[in-house]
């Protein structure tokens, strides 16, 4: 849920390879970002860890087709748990 080094991110992303499943990891916004990649200052897609490992294909965010990787949004209910997982956020 929080972000993390992009070699920690990329060595737990590679356990997530094999055998070839499906998952969904669950993070907040600056996660999805480290996983998925986002939009450059040029306009071009910048992949993010997800699509380095082989579980989402290059070029985009892949909302679920095609890849192995599902990346959802983290919303906690409880507003301290938000708060918490927000600060984490931050510290990357």
């Not at 992009?6 to 997530?16: E, S």
């Not at 910048?46 to 380095?52: E, F, H, K, L, S």
């Not at 748990?81 to 600060?87: I, K, L, P, W």
Request: positive net charge; aromatic residues 6%; without cysteine.
């Amino acid at each position: 849920m929080t972000p993390k080094p992009t070699a920690a991110l990329r060595t737990i992303l590679r356990a997530y390879r094999h055998p070839q499943r499906h998952t969904l990891y669950l993070g907040t916004a600056p996660v999805l970002r480290q996983l998925q990649g986002t939009q450059g200052p040029d306009g071009r897609w910048v992949d993010g860890v997800a699509q380095d490992v082989g579980l989402l294909p290059p070029g985009g965010p892949d909302p679920g087709t095609g890849g192995l990787l599902r990346g959802w949004r983290f919303a906690a209910v409880d507003p301290s748990v938000d708060r918490q997982a927000a600060r984490h956020a931050q510290r990357r």
